[in-house]
């Protein structure tokens, strides 16, 4: 397993498990055995929400991780923008913990922005962390301007900013991933094969026939390529959670980043952060 390294010194997962779209009551017992595949091959990451399903898609996550010793997870929970305030988010914190079936959260972040302002939430989710409820908070689909914003109004202890990334969503290079970097924030990428879109593009495909990997490998590799970016792929099943893990072994030479850059140029403008 790699690890990307989070500002309090943490290592975590370079690559973990996503949960959207997660939770129906006919896929459960597939969704929980593939999670728990990645667990038991070291994906210990697992990103939910309460979003997800309004709350399926954490129950899922707490099903799969009975049994397994709670400070090898890390667990990633996100707040609807219209609970990101000092009376709701505590509450539905605690929903969150509810369903997980845990006690705490190693991180909880504001899932995009909204109405409340910025002071109020890092107030209150800095409360949480006093009280032992989560570890770490951050924000997700906050783009440069709004990050600044959320670092004027006390969030200099953010840990990541969770955004759309991947081959065809390139844009966060021009700008916002230089100011993570910056401010030593790791980017956790979402969605980093477009939800399955990616790996229709004929492109792609070739590309990775002639390298021996599938489409998703190469492309969960890029992302990967830098020390300080995660990917969070959701995988529905156990050998989808295998694939996803192999692609931790692929090596991108600059031959091949070169044709990559090629096939998925790289961003020479600022782009508006994308949101899936």
């Known amino acids: ?111 995009w922005r909204g109405s409340v302002p910025f002071a109020e939430t890092i107030e209150t989710m800095e409360a949480l962390q006093s009280a032992g409820k989560i570890r770490r908070w951050g924000v997700s689909n906050l783009d440069t301007d709004d990050m600044e914003e959320w670092i004027a109004a006390g969030g200099q202890a953010c840990t990541t900013d969770q955004i759309l990334y991947n081959l065809t969503r390139r844009g966060p290079e021009f700008d916002l991933i230089p100011w993570l970097r910056k401010h030593h924030m790791p980017v956790m990428a979402y969605s980093p094969v477009e939800q399955g879109r990616l790996l229709k593009n004929p492109a792609l495909i070739a590309l990775a026939q002639a390298l021996n990997v599938t489409p998703a490998q190469l492309g969960l590799a890029w992302v990967m390529r830098h020390p300080d970016i995660m990917a969070i792929p959701k995988a529905g099943h156990v050998a989808h959670v295998k694939e996803n893990f192999a692609s931790l072994d692929i090596v991108l030479d600059d031959t091949i980043l070169a044709e990559l850059d090629k096939l998925f140029p790289a961003p020479t403008r600022k782009q508006h952060l994308a949101i899936l």
């Open 1 to 111: 397993m790699k690890y990307v390294k989070l500002p309090d010194g943490t290592k975590v997962p370079a690559l973990g498990q996503g949960t959207w779209m997660m939770g129906s009551a006919h896929n459960r017992a597939t969704e929980v055995a593939a999670l728990k595949e990645g667990i038991a091959l070291g994906m210990t990451l697992i990103d939910t929400a309460e979003m997800y399903g309004e709350g399926a898609a954490e129950i899922c996550v707490g099903e799969a991780i009975k049994g397994t010793p709670r400070e090898s997870l890390f667990l990633v929970s996100k707040a609807y923008p219209q609970n990101a305030s000092r009376k709701t988010l505590p509450k539905v914190c605690e929903a969150s913990l509810k369903r997980l079936g845990t006690d705490y959260l190693d991180l909880y972040l504001l899932h």
